[in-house]
C-alpha cells in the first residue's frame, strides 16, 4: 500500500531480499521496489519498519534491476541509522520513499569518455551509472579507506563499474591497491569530456580546482543531513553561484562550478 506520492516518488513498505556483509564497515542490501524506475544518482530515503531513529537516511542506488525488481544499495556504517539497517535480516521490512533527485545521465555527453571518481561508498551513484550506460566509456577512479582482503570483494564493492575501461582503486591502508588517496592517482583531467564525483567534501574540493584548471565540465553528487528528502523542508540547503538550493530536489548533483563549498 502506498502512504503517499510527491513528484513521482512514493512512500512504500518494502521487502529486504538480500543482506551482504562485504566488510566490517561496508554492506549492501537487495529491496524489493516496483515502480517508478530509480535513475543512476538518485536515492531513496530510507529506513526499517521497526526503528528507534526518527528520520530515515538518504541513501544513493547502487543498481537497479528492472527485471527482478530490486534496487541494490551500498552503504557505510556511518551512525545509528545506518547500524540499524546493517542489523536486519532477509524478509524484514524497510520503508523506502523515492526515488528523489536528478540523474547522472542528464550531464552525460552524447559520445565520449568520462572520469569516474569516488571515495568509499561514493562509488555506489557511479557504478549505478555505469551499468544505466553499458554503451559509454568510463575509466573509473575509486578511493577507499581499507583495502580488498580478497577479489570478490573488490567486485561486490565497485557493482557493475567494474566493467569500466581503465580502473584504478586506491586505499590508505593500501592493502590490494595504490596506497594513498585516489586523488595521488588522477592527473589527468583533460583526456576527459566529463568528470563525474561523488566521495567526502575535501575529495569534492580538489576535484572541482583540478577540473576547473583543466577546463574540463565537471560534476559533484553532493551530501546534506536530509529530513524529507522531496524539497519540503529546507533542511538540506547548500549555497552556489546562484544562491541557495536544496541538495535533495534540486540535486543531488550540481555542476562543479556552481558549488560555494564552506571554508
Ligand atoms: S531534505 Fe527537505 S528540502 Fe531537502
Not at 592493502?175 to 583526456?191: E, Q, R, T, V
Not at 580538489?206 to 574540463?216: F, L, P, T
Request: charged fraction near 20%.
Amino acid at each position: 500500500m502506498y502512504m503517499c506520492e510527491i513528484n513521482n516518488a512514493k512512500s512504500q513498505s518494502c521487502e529486504l531480499k538480500e543482506i551482504i556483509h562485504v566488510t566490517e564497515e561496508i554492506f549492501i542490501l537487495y529491496v524489493n521496489w516496483e515502480w517508478p524506475p530509480p535513475r543512476a544518482g538518485q536515492f531513496f530515503m530510507i529506513k526499517p519498519e521497526r526503528s528507534s531513529v526518527f528520520l530515515p537516511r538518504p541513501i544513493g542506488i547502487f543498481e537497479y534491476n528492472p527485471r527482478e525488481k530490486l534496487v541494490k544499495f551500498l552503504i557505510t556504517k556511518a551512525g545509528r541509522g545506518t547500524i540499524e539497517l546493517s542489523k536486519l535480516n532477509p524478509g524484514e521490512k524497510i520503508r523506502l520513499s523515492g526515488p528523489f533527485g536528478n540523474a547522472w545521465a542528464d550531464f552525460l555527453p552524447e559520445s565520449g569518455k568520462a572520469a569516474l571518481i569516488s571515495g568509499s561508498a561514493g562509488i555506489a551513484p557511479l557504478a549505478a551509472l555505469a551499468a544505466e550506460r553499458p554503451d559509454f566509456t568510463f575509466h573509473l577512479y575509486a578511493g577507499f579507506k581499507n583495502g580488498f582482503e580478497e577479489k570478490i570483494q573488490e567486485n561486490l564493492v565497485l557493482g557493475s563499474a567494474i566493467k569500466s575501461e581503465k580502473i584504478v582503486i586506491a586505499a590508505e591502508d593500501g592493502k590490494n591497491a595504490n596506497k594513498g588517496l585516489i586523488l595521488d592517482f588522477f592527473s589527468d583531467p583533460c583526456s576527459y569530456d566529463v568528470i563525474f564525483a561523488c566521495g567526502s567534501t575535501p575529495m569534492l574540493k580538489i576535484v572541482k580546482i583540478k577540473c576547473k584548471s583543466a577546463d574540463v565540465p565537471c560534476f559533484l553528487s553532493l551530501e546534506s543531513r536530509m529530513a524529507c528528502g522531496a524539497g519540503a523542508c529546507l533542511g538540506c540547503t547548500i549555497r552556489t553561484v546562484n544562491g541557495n538550493r536544496r541538495c535533495c530536489s534540486d540535486g543531488p548533483i550540481f555542476p562543479a562550478g556552481d558549488v560555494i563549498f564552506n571554508d
